[in-house]
Nanobody
């Protein structure tokens, strides 16, 4: 059984910073890729940033230059450093993990989500 748990959300003023963490734990697996998605009220869930096992990253245009995704392979943890936050960054942020099991099957797991609110 694999668990994906996010942490680090909260309330921050415009221009402030937050760091989100996402840790995968449970059955034996290898990391394929992990990413952060967000969903604002009334909007579709969108990709914010992703990182592969090889370290390649991709970002939504709206966060380029402000957000940085990184990983700690030893801890099976991915981080999202968010700087220069704007009110439009307000959303529930979800971690997505694609993991390969010992049978080489790849499965996708979602965290429960963490609220990020940017407001003065």
């Amino acid at each position: 059984q694999v668990q994906v748990v996010e942490s680090g959300g909260g309330l921050v003023q415009p221009g402030g910073s937050l760091t989100l963490s996402c840790a995968a734990s449970g059955s034996l697996f290898t990391f394929v890729s992990m990413g952060w998605y967000r969903q604002a009220p009334g909007k579709q869930r969108e990709l914010v940033a992703g990182i592969t096992s090889g370290g390649s990253t991709n970002y939504a245009d709206s966060v380029k230059g402000r957000f940085t995704i990184s990983r700690d392979n030893a801890k099976n943890t991915v981080y999202l450093q968010m700087n220069s936050l704007k009110p439009e960054d307000t959303a529930v942020y979800y971690c997505n993990a694609r993991l390969r099991n010992i049978n080489l099957e790849v499965s996708t797991y979602w965290g429960q989500g963490t609220q990020v609110t940017v407001s003065s």
